[in-house]
């Protein structure tokens, strides 16, 4: 099974440049065969929260529906929804569309302090899922949610053959995300494709951030498969969800978890 990973420079306030650039991506996940795509955390708005609060990013979430049902193929990507009445904030979500159709969305739980999330975003509540996209059990998380091993557990307990994480990652950790990545594959016993986004937000040496890039698709036994480094582009790598399958059943590690102590 193919799987494309669009890692780019998601510029802030530059909707419809971005719209652009995926829009491309898709076209070219497609005609490689891919059956599902994934993006960058925020791909469609950049992440200049304070900017990004108050518009309604509806239209891309459309315009992501609209590409899975002409192109027909799976795209995971994280957006700001619309402020809910109850809410003072959006949420930065993963929503997974095929066929035009929206199957699931996960809100980040975990906000990042050091780039304001915690200002101008409003934190989810329930933990990721695992759901049926493209024929194989895909769960999703976002970014800094990556640091918590707690929150993979229970979808993957139910098991998952792969599990999506959308991310703005800076270049100064990237050594811990890819730590992080094959740390939770080895875990779940799951493929995990991480997708970060290229570029900078700022001038990094005025106090801006740099990211960086190097998205990654790892196997359930914790080998890196696909590793784009800083480059940008539309990636293809190829999964086998029978060899997760199969080796959660040959060596059932979450089997022997020992939920009296933790």
Known sequence: MKIALFSFDTRESD??????????????AARAGA???VLPELWASGYDLAAA?????EDAVDAIADLSKEYGIAIVGSVLEPILPEE????NCAIAHENGAEI????????????AEDRYVTAGDDLPEAFELAGIRVAMAICYDLRFPE?????SVRGVDLWC??????????????ALLVARAIE???YVAGVNRCGAMGDPRAGGTQFGGTTLLVSPAGDILLDTGHEEGCFIGEIQPEIARGLREEFPVLADRRWDLY
């Open 15 to 28: 909707r419809a440049g971005n719209l652009f650039r995926v829009t491309q991506a898709v076209a070219e």
């Open 35 to 37: 059956q599902i795509l």
């Open 53 to 57: 609060h108050d518009e309604n990013w």
């Open 88 to 91: 003072e904030h959006p949420a």
């Open 104 to 115: 699931f969305r996960y809100r980040k739980a975990h906000l990042f302090a050091p780039l």
């Open 151 to 155: 929150l993979f557990r229970p979808a």
């Open 165 to 178: 994480i959308c991310a703005q990652w800076p270049e100064a950790r990237i050594d811990q995300w890819r």
């Open 188 to 190: 779940s016993q799951s």
